[in-house]
């Protein structure tokens, strides 16, 4: 059965760094096509595609966010860390993490259930 | 950026109706297309892939059509279970770019 966990603070001041950590089971993120992508959710709003990484490393960011998203992985630990500098109230959302596999034409076939951060002073 | 929208915003159904739901692509996106639900407090659930076809363990009341920018979600016989939002979203695979669309809420009649 394939999971997804994601974990972190719910709440962040303005200017601080966030670090969401997304653990997974049930597959590897080294078997070649495998890839994770953390998308997020601002209260009431549609989803919004943040970032990407791949089986080979391959990185991927929201254009308009590309100064302030990192995206990691940890192969040994199963588990991929997004960060994003410089926080604002305006990024308050619940924060996904969702697998892309191969034989779903990599679309996010599995979803952790989320993780809601708020930004505020 | 492709940018992809939904309509109507929202939809009232009543169970056992048929319900479509359009989704529109402001450039090809091939068969590049999947659609989600989500209901409240819930992570989105994968419904359709590659525009057509059925995730695992979705109901067969469920199908997807259209390619390019085209694109319908059809639930055939509405369940209680399925009132709940609806996004669509391309995924260009190379370089990686994903875009979803505004939703389509579908709620009881």
């Known amino acids: 059965q394939v999971t997804l966990r994601e974990s972190g603070p719910a709440l962040v001041k303005p200017t601080q760094t966030l670090t969401l950590a997304c653990t997974f089971s049930?597959?590897?993120?080294?078997?070649?096509?495998?890839?994770v992508s953390w998308v997020r959710q601002p209260p009431g709003k549609a989803l919004e595609w943040l970032a990407f990484i791949d089986w080979d490393d391959d990185k991927y960011y929201r254009a308009s966010l590309k100064t302030r998203l990192t995206i990691s992985k940890d192969t040994s630990k199963n588990q991929v860390v997004l960060t994003m500098t410089n926080m604002d109230p305006v990024d308050t959302a619940t924060y996904y993490c969702a697998r892309m596999a191969p034989d779903t034409a990599h679309a996010f076939d599995i979803w952790g259930q989320g993780a809601m951060v708020t930004v505020s002073s | 950026e492709i940018v992809m929208t939904q309509s109507p915003a929202t939809l009232s159904v009543s169970p056992g109706e048929r319900a479509t739901l359009s989704c529109r692509a402001s450039q090809s996106v091939s068969s590049n297309l999947a659609w989600y639900q989500q209901k409240p407090g819930q992570a989105p659930r994968l419904l359709i892939y590659?525009?057509?076809t059925r995730a695992t363990g979705i109901p067969a009341r469920f199908s997807g059509s259209g390619s390019g920018t085209e694109f319908t979600l059809t639930i055939s016989s509405l369940q209680s279970e399925d009132f709940a939002v609806y996004f669509c979203q391309q995924y260009k695979n190379w370089p990686p770019l994903f875009t979803f669309g505004p939703g389509t809420k579908v709620d009881i009649k």
């Open positions: 049930g597959f590897s993120l080294s078997t070649r096509g495998m890839c």
């Open positions: 590659g525009a057509s």
